[in-house]
């Protein structure tokens, strides 16, 4: 039996007090920069947009959701807030919401965005049946929305001032007739802050009002420190009950809002347990896609013993397969690998050597040849250690974490620049 909409606790005050949501971090680029925000700070006291303890894959994030389930029962939706933009990453957003739908058939879907990049991806949240959206809507004047926004980065370009705040309002706008033309719930939130838009909130309201916004959400600008706004005061509880009864004139009112954390979970308002967050840490260190089909693991080194080898260094990769019997990892084959030179092309034929694989094991790479071969399925570790170790902490979905390197990549002996020209 499907949950009705009405349970979603940040839509409906009712049933805020019963209901819990869940908050999946799978998103986390951004296409704008808020002048009030900063994500590197994660602190568990504190609950705001942006912060999470992990990021997690879609894969990750549905063994989360079944294990943070079992723990907070009452969850009725899960959402994608961040802690970047949902649509900054639209593959790992989608990919998380078919997990989810075609696991829980029945969950209340939602996502939070700015709302820049959403709209190519409408028609299938509707397929999906995602029947809640936020979306943030600072400012509906450009003059204004250049205070509040320090750049807009669209369709690989980036805009500034009063071009960047146009390139986002045209967008928010479109995206929010859109929405209702597909029948999708939208709330919108509107960040009051004092000395920038706190007059022109209601403004907001009444033009989302005109193009169908379902409820609004006046919320007071939360001071983080090392932002551009980080000297300003944030708004006295008179302003923001002023301003809400204000705009109250327009739409129903979302009073309950609790800032929440991009790996919020349970009722509004409650702090994530102890027990939830462990469970997200567990979540983080597991494979980061399914392993089914892929039962090897691939490691560049030297000698046979450590991990040791840059990947454009690497002119064959030895493949391991786990002995359950004895716990240990046994090596099946070397196989060579594609000659250097030839651009992505190199790191596509070597996704497909180690199809079979679900990690490669290397002592560095290059950012350009490990996004090609994460795109293939595998999972790139850049390790230091016995190859023994790392194998076994890739079948075993340990943290490695003390494997990992924390100075700098190794260089790599022919003088790899790790733009992907094919040399590592």
């Known amino acids: 039996m499907s949950i009705p909409i009405e349970k979603h606790p940040c839509f409906n005050d009712?049933?805020?007090h019963t209901f819990g949501r869940l908050h999946l971090p799978v998103a986390p680029k951004c296409n704008i920069q808020c002048n009030y925000c900063n994500r590197k700070f994660d602190c568990m006291n504190e609950n705001r947009p942006g912060v999470t303890s992990k990021i997690l894959t879609p894969h990750q994030a549905l063994q989360y959701l079944e294990r943070a389930k079992e723990l907070s029962p009452n969850i009725s939706v899960v959402g994608i807030?961040?802690?970047?933009?949902?649509?900054?990453?639209p593959?790992?957003?989608?990919?998380?919401?078919?997990l989810v739908r075609k696991k829980?058939?029945?969950?209340?879907?939602?996502?939070?965005?700015?709302?820049?990049d959403i709209l190519p991806w409408i028609e299938e949240l509707a397929e999906l049946r995602v029947s809640h959206v936020t979306l943030t809507i600072n400012a509906v004047d450009p003059e204004t929305g250049a205070e509040i926004y320090a750049w807009v980065r669209h369709r690989k370009k980036v805009y500034r001032d009063t071009m960047g705040a146009s390139v986002l309002l045209e967008n928010q706008l479109k995206a929010l007739e859109r929405l209702k033309e597909y029948g999708i719930t939208a709330k919108i939130n509107s960040i009051i802050i004092p000395g920038i838009n706190e007059r022109h909130v209601t403004d907001?309201?009444?033009?989302?009002?005109?193009?169908?916004?379902?409820?609004?959400?006046?919320?007071?600008y939360y001071k983080t420190e090392e932002t551009v706004f980080e000297n300003l005061p944030e708004p006295h509880?008179?302003?923001?009950?002023?301003?809400?009864?204000?705009?109250?004139?327009?739409?129903?009112?979302?009073?309950?809002?609790?800032?929440?954390r991009a790996d919020a979970v349970g009722i509004i308002g409650q702090e994530n347990s102890e027990a939830i967050m462990n469970e997200l840490g567990k979540a983080a260190e597991l494979p980061r896609n399914p392993s089914e089909n892929r039962p090897c693991v691939a490691v560049a080194s030297m000698e046979g013993v450590l991990i040791n080898q840059h990947l454009g260094e690497a002119d064959r990769f030895l493949v391991y397969m786990m002995d359950k019997d004895r716990d240990r990892p046994v090596l099946i084959e070397s196989r060579t690998a594609p000659p250097a030179g030839g651009g992505t092309m190199r790191w596509e034929a070597l996704g497909s050597l180690l199809a079979d694989c679900r990690a490669l094991l290397v002592s560095g790479a290059g950012e350009s040849p490990k996004k090609v071969l994460i795109g293939s399925g595998l999972d790139v570790y850049t390790l230091e250690g016995l190859i023994e170790e790392g194998v076994k902490g890739v079948f075993n979905g340990r943290d490695m974490s003390r494997l990992t390197r924390i100075s700098q990549m190794h260089a790599c002996k022919t003088n790899c620049s790790g733009t992907g020209s094919g040399c590592g």
Request: net charge positive; hydrophobic share 40%; charged share 20%.
């Open 204 to 220: 907001v309201a009444k033009k989302v009002s005109e193009l169908g916004a379902d409820i609004f959400n006046a919320l007071p």
């Open 91 to 98: 593959q790992e957003t989608l990919e998380t919401l078919r």
């Open 81 to 89: 807030a961040g802690p970047g933009d949902p649509f900054a990453n």
């Open 237 to 260: 509880p008179a302003m923001v009950t002023a301003i809400q009864q204000e705009t109250a004139r327009y739409l129903p009112q979302m009073k309950h809002c609790a800032r929440c």
């Open 14 to 16: 009712k049933s805020r």
């Open 104 to 116: 829980y058939p029945d969950m209340l879907l939602c996502v939070a965005t700015n709302g820049l």
